[in-house]
């Protein structure tokens, strides 16, 4: 049984619940070890980070955190850097680095904002090809070790997101497969964990985490190490479906010693 979650957000980001109510949720689920994360702050994006000014904030309520609830859970207090934040990592326990955005020139077309936004970015910028889409996207996320210095990669395929059944393109496509591959490949390198992440199952109707069994079933065969990550924005979430998922994962080939335990 898996007790580790850490990618989770809260009313210092887009998260709906308090820390202290996150961290007391999870105790009730048996989670012994939990981390708590901010967006970074994104100038050319304020709706989903957190302010500027937050992270001086949210150390500190997480110090207290930690400190009220020892011998309880082990708490960590992360940042998920976004490939184009300027922000500093400092002083955080971990870093979760994701792609949530394009960009084009001065604009930052976002990845993950709502299905209608993806799809008119997908035809102003890239001619309706979401194949030119995709290979646009995991060229940036190949890159995102080098850029943020993470400790674990996140949703690994978030272009995805609004694909559904493959009502917007075909996963199978060899244009898609050789475009995720692609960055598989160079950040198996690293040997830095990959989040398998329910979020998109739990807030975006999808039937697969980040990656999808296609791209697990690869990462087993290659190496990878894993974790597993509720992505969760509200308390009811937090531990939700990993039983589950940690069954699929191990019936695509993830062996015991691919499942990385963190402490930070
Ligand atoms: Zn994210
Ligand atoms: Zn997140």
Not at 75 to 98: A, K, R
Not at 124 to 140: Q, S, V
Not at 226 to 231: A, K, N, Y
Request: with cysteine; proline share 4%; net charge negative.
């Amino acid at each position: 049984m898996i007790t580790q979650d850490f990618h989770n957000h809260t009313t210092f980001c887009d998260g709906k619940a308090d820390p202290e109510t996150m961290v007391k949720t999870a105790i009730e689920r048996g989670i012994t070890r939990l981390g708590l994360l901010i967006h970074s702050y994104t100038f050319f994006d304020e709706s989903y980070c957190a302010a500027q000014d937050a992270p001086t904030k949210f150390k500190a309520t997480m110090a207290q955190l930690k400190e009220a609830y020892r011998g309880k859970i082990e708490l960590y207090c992360g940042v998920e850097q976004d490939y184009y934040s300027v922000e500093s990592t400092e002083g955080f326990d971990y870093v979760i680095g994701s792609v949530h955005y394009l960009r084009h020139g001065d604009e930052y077309p976002p990845v993950d904002d709502c299905r209608e936004t993806q799809m008119g970015i997908v035809k102003a910028l890239f001619g309706g090809d979401y194949y030119a889409y995709a290979e646009e996207y995991f060229r940036t996320v190949a890159n995102v070790v080098e850029k943020t210095k993470p400790d674990i990669i996140g949703h690994f395929d978030l272009a995805s997101k609004y694909n559904g059944e493959g009502d917007l393109f075909d996963e199978t496509h060899p244009r898609y497969i050789a475009a995720w591959q692609a960055a598989a490949d160079r950040l198996l390198t690293y040997n830095i964990p990959f989040e398998i992440n329910l979020g998109g199952i739990m807030r975006a109707g999808r039937h697969e985490p980040y990656p999808t069994l296609a791209m697990q079933r690869y990462l087993a065969e290659h190496g990878a190490r894993v974790v597993l990550s509720s992505d969760s924005h509200t308390p009811d979430t937090l531990r939700q479906g990993f039983d589950e998922w940690e069954a699929a994962a191990k019936s695509v080939g993830f062996k015991p010693e691919q499942w990385a335990e963190l402490r930070f």
